[in-house]
């Protein structure tokens, strides 16, 4: 396999996803989220095409299962900025209706309506992530990434046309958007909105440093539930148990308020879900 490839979450315990695949149509990321955590590969923040990609990923696809599901992306976001410009998204999706596999879209872009047409001809399902509606905390958290605003003016487009849709309220940051949980969940529900994934603030150490950067104060009061109190995981750095649970039940508790289903995300916690597929998988149809 080449540019598709086996989901593997780094032998992660904590991770509950079915058996799926990955395709990243792009190398790195335009979207610039300071607590990204795919920023292992090498210049991350400086996306790049991929050569020669749909010969490439019509390869990989005479290989696949039918009826494999494929995630579009885990690391680098399918609908980075420059595809606006290349559309090696779309071309993916062009070739991807040629073959009988599921589709899970996850992207922070509003650019993801432009594909409407193709989605509504395959298996698929959107899953957009929504962290926070404050504009103040979004340009540092997320720089580069479409305004929150317009990613629920997407998820609406796609209701409309009947394309199954899930948020992903992830990650909560302790202290600094838990109480937006609220808000959120309401609007997604509002919009049609069928399953929520969320899940706490993970960071690596370069992720916590561009984090300390924009919100020192907020870090300060949460540096030593990471460092000292809470446990690492893959490189990743963990809040305390407890202290995790308190915030995804919040979730929970909205989630369960407005008849949606739920799952968490590499947390090791499975006794909070209301739905087997942790990523939305199961919206996929």
């Known amino acids: 396999m080449d540019v ?81 410009e290349h559309e090696d998204t779309r071309e993916c999706l062009q070739l991807l209706q040629n073959y009988e596999h599921r589709i899970l879209i996850v992207t922070k872009s509003n650019l993801v309506t432009r594909d409407i047409d193709l989605l509504k001809n395959l298996e698929s399902a959107v899953t957009i992530t929504i962290t926070t509606l404050k504009p103040q905390i979004h340009q540092k958290l997320e720089p580069n990434a ?30 600094l958007t838990e109480k937006e949980i609220p808000k959120i969940v ?19 150490k370069d992720a916590w440093k561009r984090y300390k950067r924009s919100f020192s104060k907020t870090a300060e009061k949460t540096e030593s539930q990471y460092f ?20 995804l039940r919040k979730v929970q508790k909205e989630t369960k308020k407005h008849d949606l289903t739920f799952n968490t995300c590499r947390e090791g916690i499975n006794t909070l879900k209301t739905q087997k597929t942790c990523d939305g998988t199961h919206l996929t149809r």
């Open 146 to 175: 479409p305004d929150p605003k317009e990613r629920l003016k997407a998820v609406e487009k796609l209701q409309k046309e009947d394309i199954s849709t899930g948020i992903r309220l992830d990650p909560i940051f302790p202290k």
């Open 186 to 204: 309401r609007k997604a529900k509002d919009l049609g909105v069928e399953h929520v994934t969320t899940s706490t603030f993970k960071p690596r």
């Open 4 to 84: 598709v490839r086996e989901f593997d979450p780094w032998d992660g315990k904590y991770c509950t996803c079915p058996q799926k695949y990955s395709l990243n149509p792009y190398t790195g990321c335009g979207h610039r989220c300071i607590y990204c955590y795919a920023t292992y590969i090498p210049n991350f923040f400086q996306p790049r095409r991929k050569k020669d990609l749909i010969n490439r990923l019509e390869k990989d696809l005479e290989k696949l299962p039918k009826n494999s599901i494929i995630s579009m992306s885990n690391s680098s976001d399918p609908y980075t900025p420059m595809d606006k």
């Open 228 to 247: 000292e109190k809470g446990n690492k995981q893959n490189n990743s750095y963990y809040l305390p148990k407890k202290q995790r649970l308190k915030l």
